[in-house]
């Protein structure tokens, strides 16, 4: 496949967004399943995970050099970084999301909700008001590859807010199978979340919802999008509000209004993605054994 071949212009809009000469780049291999980037500014290095493997590894964008972040990781998977420039993570193995202090303390912000424990947080992202969005599908639980394996306490796989003040945990969404990605609008108005019920089951879901925001409180949730090939798991939004989400080998890029751009074809199963770089616009692409990263025309947008 050529640097060119890797896009696939679906809607005309697209060529504007990616530049047929920027090459498609892996960083590092070697994973068993890459997960969870997340861009650290301040240091220009990015943070993944390496699930089965219980590790997370570091990309140091100033040399190209990969090194362990941290082992055990508590089988580490979505990351992102607060606003305050704090590692905030979804643990499978102690099934709950923490944050990495400024001093390298590791606290937990939630591992229940209602005296039961969390399946296995998958993904997670920061609000402006501080407070942390997270979903708990069962992946982590579900066998002893991604974490350990055990029944789930809640019987339910939701979407979860954790309340900055109080660090109240409160179910936000409770109508998904199994609830993945997640990302707000820039405006914060909206709420994406991704559905991989087909993990499980045929029939089920292998969508993207979206969601009205009012504050706290979320609803009106509709269908946004099908993945008709593999299945959305992780993304990201740019400046514009277009979203940049895995789909099968391949990350999508759908305009707002749920049309389905472009692609940017990969050569392994994409699992999630994060904008890095110092303009936030190199997407950089977890995708089974390997990290990836290309530079595109656009710039990122909130949490990286
Ligand atoms: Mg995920």
Not at 47 to 53: A, C, F, G, K, L
Not at 243 to 249: E, L, R
Request: hydrophobic content about 35%; some cysteine; proline content about 5%.
């Amino acid at each position: 496949m050529g640097d060119a071949g890797i896009y696939e212009i679906i809607d005309p809009r697209f060529a504007a967004l990616v530049n047929s000469h920027a090459r498609l780049e892996r960083l590092a291999t070697g994973c068993a399943w890459a997960e969870g980037p997340a861009w650290f500014a301040a240091g220009s290095y990015l943070v993944w995970s390496d699930i089965p493997n219980d590790r997370m590894l570091r990309y140091d964008e100033t040399d190209g050099s990969v090194s362990v972040f941290r082992a055990p990781a508590g089988y580490t998977n979505g990351h992102t970084v607060d606003r305050e420039g704090r590692l905030v993570s979804c643990e499978h193995g102690g099934r709950r999301v923490s944050r990495t202090e400024h001093d390298g303390t590791v606290v937990t912000l939630a591992d229940s909700y209602a005296g039961k424990r969390l399946n296995s947080p998958n993904d997670v992202i920061v609000k402006s008001d501080g407070s942390v969005w997270f979903s708990d599908p069962s992946y982590g639980i579900d066998s002893d590859f991604e974490g350990h394996k055990a029944e789930s306490e809640i019987g339910a796989c939701n979407v979860y807010r954790i309340d900055p003040a109080s660090g109240a945990v409160s179910a936000v969404i409770t109508d998904m199978v199994r609830p993945n990605g997640l990302a707000f609008s820039p405006d914060e108005t909206l709420l994406y979340v991704a559905d991989t019920g087909a993990t499980h089951k045929p029939g089920q879901p292998r969508e993207m919802r979206v969601y009205d925001v009012d504050g706290d409180s979320v609803g009106n949730g509709r269908h946004f999008a099908l993945c008709a090939d593999g299945l959305f798991d992780g993304f990201r939004l740019d400046s514009d509000g277009r979203i940049w989400t895995s789909a099968g080998a391949s990350v999508a890029c759908y305009a707002p209004d749920g049309t389905l751009l472009g692609r940017i074809h990969v050569p392994e199963t994409v699992a999630n993605l994060c904008w890095g770089g110092p303009k936030l616009n190199m997407l950089h692409i977890c995708a089974t054994s390997s990290l990836y990263a290309v530079r595109v025309m656009v710039n990122g947008h909130g949490t990286v």
